[in-house]
Nanobody, 123 residues
């Protein structure tokens, strides 16, 4: 599976962005998908995950109520809708795929990674 993240950019605090992650391959619909982020000088951290069907989602406490993960298996794409953005959301955002399909917080369980897209939130 190859993943291509897009949609990042510069936005003011309180604004919104939608990230997309397009996947190649016929097995996309069987994979769980996750979003992680990495701020400068910090480790990569979990943001959100969605199981293979879209029926189960997980969120980091820091983004609950502001971010929404969704997927369109017909388009081989997963999305991250980000609202009420804060300067502390500034990071490179990565999408990832987990062949187990259930969705997980654990970074080590993801098999494939996209290249990352920069999100910068100004105060």
């Amino acid at each position: 599976v190859q993943l291509q993240a897009s949609g990042g950019g510069l936005v003011q605090a309180g604004g919104s962005l939608r990230l997309s992650c397009a996947a190649s391959g016929r097995t996309f619909s069987t994979y769980a998908m996750g979003w992680f982020r990495q701020a400068p000088g910090k480790e990569r951290r979990f943001v959100a995950a969605i199981n293979w069907s879209g029926g189960t989602t997980l969120y980091a406490d820091s983004v609950k109520g502001r971010f929404t993960i969704s997927r369109d298996n017909a388009k081989n794409t997963v999305y991250l809708e980000m609202n009420s953005l804060k300067p502390e959301d500034t990071a490179v955002y990565y999408c990832a795929a987990d062949h187990r399909g259930r969705g997980t917080y654990f970074i080590g369980e993801y098999d494939f990674w996209g290249q990352g897209t920069q999100v910068t939130v100004s105060s």
